[in-house]
């Protein structure tokens, strides 16, 4: 082994080690701090649990960079034990990273909502994996093409595809929207430091192995902002008792929320009517009903159609109250999933007053047999 490449290996196994713990130690930290929070939506997907699965994935990192070294000293490297155990931490790696994406709440719906997919994603990852091992067979000493890699490349094009697309709204829905930017260019990196392991005229030692190993430490330092940014939003995550809400006519409400800087705000919905009801659905049921009868049920033929009812109802709100892009309402700080497609309103009911003309107009015009027994 060179010197370049021994410097190469040793850093990429302490920055991914140091990486992986402090993300851990983050993990753990969030749920120490933030127990009562977290436990309050345990069903729904959740960042921290993201975190995990990163740190568990640099920790992947290390470890196949010690077999790396180990092997290359014990001149042990390129025998099919040796490619079969890398391919191995590969499979590791890729699932820990698409287990990580998955909890995302700005990752692409289609792997963030189901889990189906999920699984599918990982048989994929599983198979390319053997593809690699069949097709080393095939590799060609002198050959400018390393077939064998190709398989792997297509996957982590895909993948490094899902992590600019998550980071980049994770960061710019944050408010950060240079970060946002320079999240797509590191992992635009990171994917241009594996070309090398496919097309071997690009495989320049000191060039390729400097291109890998910033790409890594940026990419391992975009971990730690997202860390940090996820912290944020628990500490200004307003408390369900700190809420208040009071209907005042039909389109018009009272909302009051200090940790986002709302104190007492009128909030009028004009002709956006059915945002409007299905916000006061919500409020009859969460304070007059009781157990599971306080949830809606959205979807599979539920009350309401789809979630984005609900985001309606907060871009809305947003847009009313003008607030700065760090204190915008999020769906989670109004509403709560329950689980199985049930959402409730997270307000607790003592800090939510209905008009008693606009319950009474509300049984009549809410046209359900539940809210005429509710209303009255």
């Not at 009313?320 to 989670?332: A, F, M, T, V």
Request: a neutral charge.
């Amino acid at each position: 082994m060179s010197e370049v490449s021994l410097f190469y290996a040793l850093t990429h196994i302490f920055i991914s080690l140091i990486g992986g713990i402090l993300l851990l130690a983050i993990w753990y930290n969030i749920r120490k701090r933030f127990i009562q929070l977290l436990e309050e939506n345990e069903s729904e997907k959740r960042v921290d649990k993201g975190l995990l699965f990163l740190s568990l994935a640099l920790f992947v990192w290390a470890i196949s960079g010690c077999w790396v070294y180990v092997n290359n000293g014990l001149s042990f490297a390129g025998t099919i034990g040796y490619t079969a155990v890398l391919n191995l931490f590969s499979v590791l790696n890729n699932i820990f990273l698409l287990l990580a994406l998955s909890y995302f709440y700005y990752a692409p719906k289609f792997i963030y909502q189901n889990k189906r997919n999920v699984r599918i994603l990982a048989i994929i990852i599983v198979i390319v994996s053997v593809a690699t091992v069949i097709l080393s067979n095939y590799d060609q000493a002198n050959s400018p093409f390393k077939i064998s890699a190709f398989p792997d490349l297509v996957l982590s094009a895909f993948l490094s595809l899902l992590l600019m697309i998550s980071l980049y709204k994770t960061f710019l829905n944050s408010g950060l929207a240079i970060i946002a930017v320079i999240s797509v260019l590191v992992t635009a990196l990171v994917f241009v430091s594996q070309l090398p392991e496919v097309f071997n005229s690009l495989n320049d030692g000191f060039i390729n192995n400097l291109i890998k190993l910033i790409s890594k430490v940026s990419l391992i330092t975009l971990f730690m902002v997202l860390a940090t940014t996820w912290v944020i939003r628990l500490a200004n995550m307003p408390k369900p008792n700190e809420v208040t809400i009071a209907f005042l006519d039909w389109s018009m409400i009272k909302i009051s929320i200090p940790s986002k800087g709302v104190f007492n705000e009128v909030v009028d919905f004009e002709s956006k009517t059915t945002q409007y009801k299905n916000l006061l659905k919500f409020a009859i049921r969460r304070k007059f009903a009781e157990g599971n009868e306080q949830t809606i049920q959205i979807g599979n033929g539920g009350e309401l159609n789809n979630q984005t009812y609900l985001s309606r109802i907060i871009d809305n709100m947003n847009d009313i109250l003008n607030l700065d892009p760090l204190q915008k309402l999020e769906r989670r700080d109004i509403f709560t999933f329950i689980g199985e497609g049930n959402y409730r309103l997270r307000i607790t009911p003592e800090n939510i007053t209905i008009d008693t003309t606009l319950l009474k107009e509300a049984s009549q015009s809410l046209e359900n047999p539940t809210y005429d027994k509710l209303c009255n």
